[in-house]
């Protein structure tokens, strides 16, 4: 972006003298942005972009008049990035209602192979008829194994004749989901993009002139909520979370310019940057979606999924394994809450709110 004289250039999205004759138009204000802002959810997927809704939520006065001097050019040219124009998407038609209609489409699941079979078969013959053709080479399904005991034969899952290879994991809106329904492989997917985000930003994040806590406020906003995204619904292990805390401090003492060999405790450089543990983080993400849950009626689908039980089956030597439900339970006795405190959002909010950062507000004051 150029500024000069009052002119904004945008790559083509020029607002020039020529250009002036717009007639009555009516701008955006600041004080919209911001509230349409204050608006956005957190812990969204990113686009092409790659700039987080953080970003924009912690953003200062000056990053507030950019986005709405943008906001104005795109308006008044009635011309848009050709960036914000292309997606894209890979709808799964669910043999229901009008194929052309986009309410119908969902992932195909189904309990066993010779039903996942029936439900191919006739999801291939309804796209084939409209002029729509499955690729036998990149469809792959994943088998997701409750139970160490109950197993079905061997059936070979098929698209018409093409036998369709197995995965023991796939990438699902980000998450990596196994088949074991282990969290390992996610674990390891969110470190390696917290760790390219990091990358991204190490011109900003290593640059000796810029004070520690705002490098904290960037890494804050940047690349944590890479590192947890899709963790409200981890059955942590203390695996896992030795794994994150380990990526995390490497991170920080490198922004702090330090090492392991400087013998610098890890609270120290915690309190140079203003960043909170990853541990803490991960249980506020875990209760404040749990509050968010328990705060739904009865009957909306995510309380209806609480109540699901794998019927016929029993469990296989050895230890358990562990659900979120039971880190819950150990999340709420840290912090002597009960379940029924979720029901007042303000007060739930404020006790797993955890202390030692600053409050990031979005405001054009």
Same mark, same amino acid.
């Given at each position: 972006?150029?500024?000069?004289?009052?002119?904004?250039?945008?790559?083509?999205?020029?607002? !020039?003298?020529?250009?002036?004759?717009?007639?009555?138009?009516?701008?955006?204000?600041?004080?919209?942005?911001?509230?349409?802002?204050?608006?956005?959810?957190? $812990? /969204?997927?990113?686009?092409?972009? +790659?700039?987080?809704?953080?970003?924009?939520?912690?953003?200062?006065? =000056?990053?507030?008049?950019?986005?709405?001097?943008?906001?104005?050019?795109?308006?008044?040219?009635?011309?848009?990035?050709?960036?914000?124009?292309?997606?894209?998407?890979? *709808?799964?038609?669910?043999?229901?209602?009008?194929?052309?209609?986009?309410?119908?489409?969902?992932? %195909?699941?189904?309990?066993?192979?010779?039903?996942?079979? =029936?439900?191919?078969?006739?999801?291939?013959?309804?796209?084939?008829?409209?002029?729509?053709?499955?690729?036998?080479?990149?469809?792959?399904?994943?088998?997701?194994?409750?139970?160490?005991?109950?197993?079905?034969? @061997?059936?070979?899952?098929?698209?018409?004749?093409?036998?369709? *290879?197995?995965? +023991? !994991?796939?990438?699902?809106?980000?998450?990596?989901?196994?088949?074991?329904? &282990?969290?390992? @492989?996610?674990?390891? #997917?969110?470190?390696?993009?917290?760790?390219?985000?990091?990358?991204? =930003?190490?011109?900003?994040?290593?640059?000796?002139?810029?004070?520690?806590? %705002?490098?904290?406020?960037?890494?804050?906003?940047?690349?944590? *909520?890479?590192?947890?995204?899709?963790?409200?619904?981890?059955?942590?292990?203390? =695996?896992?979370?030795?794994?994150?805390?380990?990526?995390?401090?490497?991170?920080?003492?490198?922004?702090?310019? #330090?090492?392991?060999? @400087?013998?610098?405790?890890?609270?120290?450089?915690?309190?140079?940057?203003?960043?909170?543990?990853?541990? &803490?983080?991960?249980?506020?993400? /875990? %209760?404040?979606?749990?509050?968010?849950?328990?705060?739904?009626?009865? &009957?909306? *689908?995510?309380?209806?999924?609480?109540?699901?039980?794998?019927?016929?089956?029993?469990?296989?030597?050895?230890?358990?394994?562990?659900?979120? $439900?039971?880190?819950? /339970?150990? @999340?709420?006795?840290?912090? #002597?809450?009960?379940?029924?405190?979720?029901?007042?959002?303000?007060?739930?909010?404020?006790?797993?709110?955890?202390?030692?950062?600053?409050?990031?507000?979005? !405001?054009?004051?």
């Amino acid at each position: 972006m150029k500024k000069g004289a009052g002119v904004i250039v945008l790559n083509n999205l020029g607002h !020039s003298e020529r250009l002036q004759d717009f007639g009555y138009c009516r701008c955006f204000r600041i004080e919209e942005v911001i509230r349409a802002i204050s608006r956005m959810s957190r $812990g /969204r997927a990113i686009g092409s972009d +790659e700039i987080s809704v953080e970003f924009w939520k912690s953003t200062d006065k =000056a990053g507030i008049e950019w986005l709405t001097r943008l906001f104005n050019v795109i308006f008044k040219t009635t011309k848009m990035p050709d960036e914000w124009r292309w997606s894209t998407m890979v *709808p799964l038609y669910k043999n229901k209602g009008d194929i052309q209609n986009c309410n119908n489409y969902r992932v %195909l699941i189904d309990e066993t192979r010779d039903r996942v079979n =029936a439900r191919l078969e006739v999801w291939r013959q309804a796209l084939e008829s409209k002029g729509f053709r499955l690729s036998r080479t990149k469809t792959k399904y994943l088998r997701c194994k409750f139970s160490d005991v109950l197993d079905e034969a @061997d059936v070979e899952v098929r698209l018409a004749t093409q036998i369709i *290879p197995k995965r +023991e !994991s796939f990438k699902y809106l980000g998450s990596v989901i196994q088949g074991s329904g &282990d969290i390992d @492989d996610d674990v390891t #997917h969110r470190i390696g993009v917290a760790w390219m985000k990091w990358r991204l =930003a190490s011109g900003v994040l290593c640059d000796k002139k810029i004070p520690p806590r %705002l490098k904290g406020k960037f890494y804050r906003v940047i690349v944590r *909520p890479a590192l947890l995204y899709g963790a409200e619904c981890w059955p942590v292990k203390n =695996a896992h979370v030795q794994k994150m805390h380990v990526a995390e401090m490497r991170m920080l003492r490198w922004m702090c310019g #330090h090492t392991r060999s @400087d013998k610098i405790r890890n609270e120290v450089i915690r309190e140079k940057v203003g960043v909170a543990s990853v541990v &803490d983080k991960l249980r506020e993400a /875990r %209760l404040r979606w749990f509050g968010h849950v328990k705060r739904r009626c009865t &009957d909306a *689908p995510v309380r209806r999924c609480e109540g699901l039980v794998v019927e016929g089956t029993r469990r296989g030597r050895g230890r358990p394994k562990k659900y979120q $439900g039971e880190v819950i /339970r150990q @999340d709420l006795a840290q912090l #002597h809450l009960t379940e029924d405190m979720t029901l007042d959002r303000k007060e739930w909010r404020s006790r797993i709110k955890v202390e030692g950062e600053e409050v990031e507000v979005c !405001s054009g004051e």
